[in-house]
C-alpha cells in the first residue's frame, strides 16, 4: 500500500518510463497483477504500448481500463445493474421535459434547445465535482447578488426535478464514477494490484473519492504528472505547470490522510538514458524521447516560463506562414504537402493539425481535390447524414 509520483515535463518519457517497468515485472512473473488506468481518449495508445511490450503480443497479466469501465465492471460484480443506464440523449430528453413542465417555478430558464443542451453540460459538471442541491442552497442563501440567485434557485429547482425523475429507475451515467467510489472496497477486483495512472491532466472529485480507495486497496499506485517540480507555486500566471503542482499536491494530502507510504518522487529530465524507472532516493532521470529536433526541443523548453532564451543556431525544422485568409492559408499547405511527397514522403505520414476543424474541413475537401491529395478529416458526422441512416428513416416515414 504506497503511492508514487513520476513527474517530468513533455517528451521526457514518463510513459515510456512505466511501460519498460511494466515489462521488467511481466518478464519476472510479477505476482502483482497490473492496472493501467487512462482517460478514454489514450485507452486505445495504451493498450498498444502495452500489447508492445510481450514479444508474443498477448499478456494476460496486465490490463488498460478507464475509470468509465471500472465502473461497470464494479456494479456487474457488488450489483447495480437492475436500473437503466440513462444516456445523454435520455437526459436531454428529460431536461426537455422538466423545462416544459415546470416553466412557472423558473424565472429564467425556459423551453429552448440551448437551454436543454446548456443543463445538461451543468448538471454534468455539477454531478463530477459531488455538488448536491443542499450545498447549492447554502451558495444561494450566501448570494446577495439577484439576478444570480435567481439564476442559481433555477438550477437548483431542475437539479433536485432531475434526481426526482431518476432516481428509482435509471442511473445517469455521470453517477457512475460516484457508485464505483463508494462501492470500490466491496469488491475485489483490483485489491493488491500495482496500478499505474497515466496521461490524466487532473482529476475531478469523483475521481480523487475513487484514487483515495485504489491508494488502501493496490500494493502500489504509480501516478504521472506533467510537470517541472514538485514545489507548490502560489502565481498561477507565472506558472504554466500550476495546476499539475495542485493536482500532486492534493494526490498526496490523500495519501497522507489514508496513511498510505509516500515513496519518493521520480523526477524525469530531458537527456538520452534507456533505464527503467530506478528506485534511489529522490532520483532524477534525464530521458528526452519526443523531440526528435532541436528546434522544438528548445521551444518547449522555453515555454515553460515568463524567461526565455533565443535558439542560436539556423531555424530549419520550423517555419511560420502568414497568410490573408483561410483560403491562402490551406493552399499553402497543400503545395507543402506537395513538395514533401516529391521529396519521398507518404501522404500518411503527413498531418494537418487545427483547433477549428468546421471552418477548415470544406477548404481542405476542396483545396486538396485540387492538388490531387488524399485527405481523411476527423470530424463527427451527424448521423442523418449517413445513408443509411437515411434510408430506415425513410421507410419508417413511409
Not at 493536482?247 to 515513496?263: F, G, H, P, S, Y
Not at 522544438?296 to 490573408?324: C, D, M, Q, R, W
Not at 471552418?359 to 449517413?386: G, H, M, T, W
Request: proline residues 3%; glycine residues 2%; aromatic residues 8%.
Amino acid at each position: 500500500m504506497s503511492l508514487r509520483i513520476i513527474y517530468g515535463t513533455a517528451g521526457t518519457g514518463k510513459s515510456e518510463a512505466i511501460f519498460q517497468e511494466i515489462q521488467e515485472k511481466i518478464k519476472s512473473h510479477s505476482k502483482y497483477p497490473i492496472t493501467i488506468i487512462t482517460p478514454e481518449q489514450f485507452s486505445f495508445t495504451a493498450e498498444q504500448k502495452l500489447l508492445d511490450t510481450s514479444p508474443s503480443h498477448s499478456i494476460i497479466q496486465a490490463e488498460v481500463v478507464t475509470f468509465a469501465r471500472m465502473a461497470y465492471r464494479i456494479l456487474n460484480e457488488v450489483g447495480g445493474k437492475t436500473k437503466t443506464h440513462l444516456s445523454s440523449s435520455g437526459r436531454a430528453m428529460l431536461i426537455d421535459y422538466i423545462l416544459l413542465t415546470q416553466k412557472e417555478r423558473l424565472s429564467f430558464l425556459g423551453k429552448s434547445d440551448e437551454n436543454v443542451e446548456m443543463m445538461a453540460r451543468q448538471l454534468t459538471e455539477l454531478k463530477k465535482h459531488m455538488v448536491t442541491s443542499e450545498k447549492l442552497e447554502e451558495v444561494i442563501a450566501n448570494t446577495q447578488e439577484e439576478y444570480l440567485k435567481r439564476k442559481l434557485q433555477d438550477i437548483t429547482k431542475l437539479y433536485e426535478s432531475y434526481i426526482e425523475k431518476i432516481q428509482s429507475n435509471y442511473i445517469d451515467e455521470n453517477d457512475g464514477l460516484t457508485i464505483l467510489s463508494t462501492q470500490l472496497e466491496e469488491s475485489t477486483q483490483f485489491q493488491n494490484h500495482d496500478i499505474y495512472i497515466d496521461e490524466f491532466a487532473g482529476f475531478t472529485l469523483q475521481e480523487y473519492e475513487i484514487l483515495r480507495k485504489l491508494m488502501k486497496l493496490s500494493h502500489q499506485i504509480t501516478i504521472t504528472i506533467c510537470t517541472d517540480n514538485l514545489e507548490e507555486n502560489t502565481n498561477p500566471d507565472t506558472d504554466i505547470f500550476y495546476a499539475n503542482k495542485q493536482t500532486a499536491k492534493r494526490i498526496l494530502e490523500i495519501a497522507k490522510q489514508e496513511q498510505v507510504i509516500i515513496d519518493n518522487p521520480i523526477c524525469l529530465k530531458d537527456e538520452v538514458n534507456k533505464n527503467i524507472i530506478p528506485k534511489a532516493e529522490n532520483t532524477c532521470i534525464k530521458n528526452n524521447k519526443r523531440f526528435k529536433n532541436p528546434e522544438l526541443k528548445h521551444l518547449a523548453e522555453n515555454s515553460e516560463g515568463p524567461f526565455y532564451t533565443k535558439y542560436e543556431n539556423k531555424v530549419e525544422n520550423i517555419s511560420l506562414f502568414l497568410a490573408n485568409n483561410p483560403y491562402s492559408e490551406i493552399e499553402h499547405v497543400a503545395i507543402e504537402i506537395t513538395k514533401l511527397i516529391q521529396k519521398g514522403y507518404r501522404y500518411e505520414e503527413i498531418a494537418v493539425i487545427t483547433k477549428n476543424i468546421p471552418q477548415y474541413a470544406s477548404l481542405c475537401r476542396a483545396i486538396f481535390r485540387q492538388y490531387q491529395i488524399p485527405v481523411f478529416i476527423d470530424e463527427k458526422k451527424d448521423l442523418s447524414n449517413n445513408l443509411l441512416a437515411k434510408f430506415i428513416l425513410s421507410l419508417l416515414e413511409i
